[in-house]
């Protein structure tokens, strides 16, 4: 089955960089996009960015533009979200997910998530 | 940016009962809709797409209807464990944007 592992938050202070992680398994990595979806505390859900699956094509919200970098690794089933000059806004739960097929923008499956605290 | 309005913010309802949620694009979004649901604690699960489509293991109970900026999720018998909260998603224009939940509670 799908199945979507999130890695490397935690708490971090303003300004430095965090690397998440997400690990997948049960499908074609290759076949699909994959997306980073966040959840601030007690809020509701915003997209973050995509990466396709020849990991050449990337989309990222305005609020993290030149901040947050995805990436993946197609030999390894792993997709990267690397965060700099992290923000107290940029506090919140950051789940990966799987498009529901190919390049749709549909979030068929989500990992548990990975909270990341920006806190001095 | 398209705005989702999602109405009511939290919909008293009583086991057995249907339940109508609504979600208003600020614009025509023709049917790139999604409906998410999400248990507290735990990550949205996917259960309509298309507008209408039902996900793989979606209960029969869930529909999704709707076009242009009008679309609606309908529970047409609750279970306990429809008692949490749902989202509306729309990405026909960029960025895509979630609407901000409603909350279905036990009345």
């Known amino acids: 089955q799908v199945q979507l592992v999130e890695s490397g938050g935690g708490v971090v202070q303003p300004g430095r960089s965090l690397r998440l992680s997400c690990a997948a398994s049960?499908?074609?990595?290759?076949?699909?996009?994959m997306h980073w979806v966040r959840q601030a505390p007690g809020k509701g859900l915003e997209w973050v960015a995509i990466i396709y699956s020849d990991g050449n094509t990337e989309f990222y919200v305005d609020s993290v533009k030149g901040r947050f970098t995805v990436s993946r690794d197609n030999t390894r089933n792993t997709v990267v979200l690397q965060m700099n000059s992290l923000r107290a806004e940029d506090t919140a739960v950051y789940f990966c997910?799987?498009?529901?097929?190919?390049?749709?923008?549909?979030?068929?499956?989500w990992g548990q998530g990975s909270l990341v605290t920006v806190s001095s | 940016e398209i705005l989702m309005t999602q109405s009511p913010a939290i919909l008293s309802v009583s086991p057995g009962e249907g339940a109508t949620l609504s979600c208003r694009a600020s614009q025509s979004i023709d049917g790139n809709v999604a409906w998410y649901q999400q248990n507290p604690g735990q990550a949205p699960r996917l259960l309509i797409y298309r507008a209408s489509s039902r996900a793989t293991g979606v209960p029969v109970r869930f529909s999704g209807s709707g076009s242009a900026t009008e679309f609606t999720l309908t529970i047409s018998s609750l279970q306990s464990e429809d008692f949490v909260l749902y989202y509306c998603q729309q990405f026909s224009n960029w960025p895509p944007t979630f609407g901000q939940g409603t909350r279905v509670e036990l009345k």
């Open positions: 997910a799987r498009s529901l097929y190919s390049s749709s923008w549909y979030l068929g499956y």
């Open positions: 049960g499908f074609t990595f290759t076949n699909y996009a």
